[in-house]
């Protein structure tokens, strides 16, 4: 159980870049539709430079990760729900990217309102006649750059009651929405609905999926529908079929979903790093629903024999120049071995590393056939970060870090864009301090890294 600043810090997803040359101002952007020659590059939030008037600023970089400007300045969102408005509190927003429209004239948008209450020293509110020990309130909105305006879609709210550190009650009202996909004059989206009843941490599924939801209620009903960029309005529509209430990835140029099940039966203790909601994803699927692809059964086929699934990382999808729709992966399994070991068991603990030895696979999904393409492996992702740093690697252990982000937008012109931070850990004596480098996925084949001067980057970022 997390302590108490878990629950205050409402979600916050950051992505990090170093300073890659001076920042620029942007251009004008296109209409409609993105122009043909316009130049592709990787968009992301930063809300490190939050003040009192602005929530955060859009930086971009080019493919190359290089050329940093910034985009756009997005100010601070003023609560629009009546779950915020009619209590009377203070609330401070945290603003988190959801997606950016294909014309960059638009961003989807969470703001996330929260407010925790002393009870103990007599700070009370009462919801249901019972007091409450936190508020989080999520807000989605399209911000319209052009204007500056944010356009109201809706809000869910979640009550915490009866806290104490190793239990809790929880209720969800309201609507999620979850992105998906652009279309030219309207945004299509998954509306997920909670059924507002009260759930205790211990005895229901939220606890299970503590660590991949952040203590979400997981009981909800899913529907379509449509957001109007012209009159920002929300209706019903049957433009696709949500597959769960819970979307991780859509892409209307493949066509291709990919969907979070809270109920996803996780073997929790083999996540050394565990998943994440947006970049894991256990039923891909497309807008009809009519193929699927479980989790489970895609690491089957692209693990080692004998290993099981540790984590795993949705990378992006996109029509490849053969045509195919491509998807990305990036796996980590572990040895069926440690499947004999309980989480807290001291022989485990006492035994890694070196055993169990961990397992990398980068692959490709053919939508189509199911055919699956591996382009590497944890060896020789060591062997090409040995071969790019030289002859100094004979002195060094190179671990690997972990996978980036999904990429969203990525086409036959952009090529996947998968990136692998790497540990070099000198042995030279202990005085000796180790290296951190981040390494890109390149060729035809995806078989060779290339460095990029970037810090290791976390979801979401966007190419546009």
């Known amino acids: ?25 942007p251009d004008n952007g296109g209409d409609n539709k993105q122009p043909e020659n316009t130049e592709k590059r990787i968009y992301w939030f930063d809300d490190n430079t939050r003040t009192e008037t602005k929530m ?72 249901d006649g019972k007091k409450v020990y936190l508020i989080r309130v999520s807000e989605y909105s399209v911000y319209e750059l052009s204007t500056k305006e944010f356009h109201y879609i809706g809000a869910s709210c979640q009550y915490i009651f009866d806290y104490n550190y190793s239990r809790a009650n929880y209720k969800e009202i309201g609507h999620k929405y979850y992105p998906a996909g652009w279309l030219d004059d309207e945004l299509l989206l998954v509306e997920t609905t909670k059924d507002e009843k009260m759930y205790t941490m211990g005895q229901d ?62 073997r929790q203790f083999l996540f050394i790093d565990y998943p994440t909601y947006g970049s894991v994803v256990t039923t891909l699927t497309d807008f009809k629903g009519e193929k699927t692809y479980d989790l489970y059964e895609l690491a089957k086929e692209a693990l080692p024999k004998d290993y099981v699934l540790g984590d795993s990382k949705f990378c992006g999808a996109m029509v490849d120049q053969n045509g195919r729709r491509m998807c990305y992966y990036c796996m980590q399994g572990y040895p069926k071995e440690i499947l004999k070991y309980k989480p807290n068991d001291p022989v485990w603990r006492e035994s890694y590393p070196p055993i169990p ?30 071969r790019l740093y030289g002859e100094q690697h004979k002195n060094v252990e190179i671990l690997i870090r972990g996978f980036g982000g999904v990429a969203d ?38 078989d060779k890294l290339e460095v990029v001067e970037k810090d290791y980057m976390m979801s979401p970022f966007f190419i546009r």
């Open 409 to 446: 937008g990525i086409t036959k012109e952009t090529g996947p864009l998968i990136t692998i931070g790497c540990v070099i850990m000198h042995k030279i004596d202990e005085s000796s301090k180790n290296i951190t480098y981040v390494y890109k996925f390149v060729g035809s084949k995806l």
């Open 205 to 266: 599924a939220a606890v299970k999926i503590e660590e991949v939801l952040s203590i979400e209620v997981p009981y909800a009903t899913a529907k379509a529908v449509s957001f109007s960029l012209k009159d920002f309005t929300l209706s019903p529509t049957d433009k696709f079929k949500p597959l769960k209430p819970w979307t991780s990835y859509s892409d209307t140029q493949t066509g291709i979903v990919g969907y979070f099940d809270p109920f996803y039966p996780f």
């Open 56 to 127: 955060g600023i859009v930086y971009s970089v080019n493919l190359g990760y290089k050329d940093k400007r910034q985009e756009f300045e997005i100010p601070k969102p003023e609560p629009q729900s009546d779950y915020v408005l009619k209590t009377g509190f203070v609330f401070y927003p945290y603003v988190n990217i959801v997606s950016i429209s294909k014309n960059k004239k638009f961003i989807l948008f969470s703001a996330e309102f929260g407010k925790g209450f002393d009870i103990e020293n007599g700070e009370t509110h009462l919801i």
């Open 1 to 25: 159980m997390k302590k108490l600043r878990f629950y205050v810090v409402i979600f916050v997803v950051v992505a990090l870049f170093s300073g890659c040359g001076q920042v620029t101002p």
């Open 357 to 386: 030895r961990e397992e990398y696979v980068v692959f490709g999904l053919d939508f189509d056939t199911g055919k699956i393409e591996k382009y590497m492996t944890t060896d020789q992702i060591i062997s090409e970060v040995k």
